[in-house]
């Protein structure tokens, strides 16, 4: 069966440092991927997603993602995370066509201390 | 504001009572989708409908149901409550049924089950 694995379940960040946020699959056909996010309080929202073409996705609010089919993965980065960054990031994982299940990972929790 | 509103926001009741959870998709989308998010399995897709027929069916028990009506909103029907049906309950809504699309959430219902 499809899973979708999140290593990090909370991550804890000064301002202005990197991060990186791991995201592996384990379906072997074409997937398309996607990270969403909620802020505290607030609906999930789309960060950024990849369906085809070029594998380095960039998304909203400064977040990138990269697409590496031979190790099956969707990593999500920023280079400068900020406070307003602090919130719960899923990865989740579909595969290609219509009316197919989004599989989800776990997530991830992300505090960024000012 | 995401456009896709959920009713109620909080409910509370017994084990082995019904409850009814609906959903109001974002204007123009004809994809609605359900999910339940408990602490410990994360997000799991439930179910989806587009334009009034079941397209894909996830985790979703016998004891739940869900229907969407011809202006499109959607009910998730819960029955026969047990403990562990807590848990906050999503509706999304996309414009179509390509796995790309990005799907649009509300802000929840959570149920909890005394």
């Known amino acids: 069966a499809q899973s979708v694995s999140q290593h990090n379940h909370h991550v804890i960040l000064s301002e202005a440092a990197s991060l990186e946020l791991g995201c592996n699959y384990s379906y072997g056909g074409t997937v398309n991927l996607f990270w969403y996010v909620q802020y505290p309080g607030q609906h999930l929202q789309l960060l950024l997603k990849?369906?085809?073409?070029d594998p380095l996705v960039k998304g909203i609010k400064g977040f990138e993602a990269e697409f590496i089919k031979s190790k099956f993965s969707f990593n999500l980065r920023k280079p400068s995370v900020q406070w307003s960054d602090t919130a719960e990031y899923f990865c989740?994982?579909?595969?290609?066509?219509?009316?197919?299940?989004?599989?989800w990972g776990l997530g991830t929790s992300l505090a960024v201390n000012p | 504001d995401s456009g896709v509103t959920q009713t109620p926001k909080h409910l509370i009741t017994a084990t082995g009572q019904r409850v009814t959870l609906r959903c109001s998709p974002r204007?123009?989308?004809?994809?609605v989708y359900w999910y339940q998010q408990s602490l410990d399995q994360g997000l799991q897709f439930l179910i989806q409908y587009y334009n009034g027929e079941e397209r894909a069916k996830g985790n979703i028990l016998e004891r739940f149901s869900a229907q969407q009506f011809p202006d499109l909103h959607s009910e998730l029907n819960l029955s026969s409550l047990e403990l562990g049906d807590s848990a906050l309950y999503f509706c999304?809504?996309?414009?179509?049924?390509?796995?790309?699309?990005?799907?649009?959430f509300g802000p929840g219902t959570r149920l909890t089950v005394l």
């Open positions: 989740a994982v579909v595969k290609a066509g219509n009316n197919r299940k989004l599989i």
């Open positions: 990849y369906f085809s073409g």
């Open positions: 999304a809504s996309s414009v179509g049924t390509a796995a790309h699309n990005e799907q649009f």
């Open positions: 204007s123009g989308d004809l994809s």
